[in-house]
T-cell receptor, first 114, second 113 residues
Framework: ETGVTQTPRHLVMGMTNKKSLKCEQH?????MYWYKQSAKKPLELMFV???????ENNSVPSRFSPECPNSSHLFLHLHTLQPEDSALYLC?????????????FGPGTRLTVL | QKEVEQDPGPLSVPEGAIVSLNCTYS??????FMWYRQYSRKGPELLMY????GNKEDGRFTAQVDKSSKYISLFIRDSQPSDSATYLC?????????????FGKGTHLIIQP
């Protein structure tokens, strides 16, 4: 176990649904990240949060809405998604105060949009 | 040109062979270089990271960085069937702070018993 948990592990939703992905880290880190992993594409950074503040939005469409209520929890709210949004969504956390801050990944949520 | 190029494979080798995995990159701002291993239905886990050009060894794994050529490699000695996984190279501009990673597509490695 890496200390980063994600729920649900699998999610199937229609294009008109609203759902949320949840990430929790038990490592005492201050930074949290959302990445998207699509078939045959590199892992893509979506959002970065540091001390609950969003520090990076990698030109992500507004149908993805992140929320970071505290340094241990990160959510990704989904609405009006498209079939091409089907992917593995990975959460990661890291410290932010060392010379090198290793990112620890959760197992991901496998999302299918019908 | 993509920022990070990595051959997706699959790469199939017999058990005990030396495996060589590679990535090239175009952005000279990248300073930290990582190799992650990802098993099926799991998140990536960090194998090694390096900062400067040169070699870094950890057990059966050696990471190599050539910044002048913008080329990084991971060598696996005495490969085992348990090494079968997808290997992702990743890089970032700085080590400190909260900086997102830029990944290659990953190479699917198969070690045949």
């Amino acid at each position: 176990e890496t200390g980063v948990t994600q729920t649900p592990r699998h999610l199937v939703m229609g294009m008109t649904n609203k759902k949320s992905l949840k990430c929790e880290q038990h490592l005492g880190h201050n930074a949290m990240y959302w990445y998207k992993q699509s078939a045959k594409k590199p892992l893509e950074l979506m959002f970065v949060y540091n001390f609950k503040e969003q520090t990076e939005n990698n030109s992500v469409p507004s149908r993805f809405s992140p929320e970071c209520p505290n340094s241990s929890h990160l959510f990704l709210h989904l609405h009006t998604l498209q079939p091409e949004d089907s992917a593995l969504y990975l959460c990661a956390s890291s410290p932010d105060d060392r010379e090198y801050n290793e990112q620890f990944f959760g197992p991901g949520t496998r999302l299918t949009v019908l | 040109q993509k920022e990070v190029e990595q051959d997706p494979g699959p790469l199939s080798v017999p058990e005990g062979a030396i495996v060589s995995l590679n990535c090239t990159y175009s952005n000279s701002a990248f300073q930290y270089f990582m190799w992650y291993r990802q098993y099926s239905r799991k998140g990536p886990e960090l194998l090694m990271y390096t900062y400067s050009s040169g070699n870094k060894e950890d057990g059966r794994f050696t990471a190599q960085v050539d910044k002048s050529s913008k080329y990084i490699s991971l060598f696996i000695r005495d490969s085992q069937p348990s090494d079968s996984a997808t290997y992702l190279c990743a890089m970032r501009r700085s080590g400190g702070g909260a900086d997102g990673l830029t990944f290659g597509k990953g190479t699917h490695l198969i070690i045949q018993p």
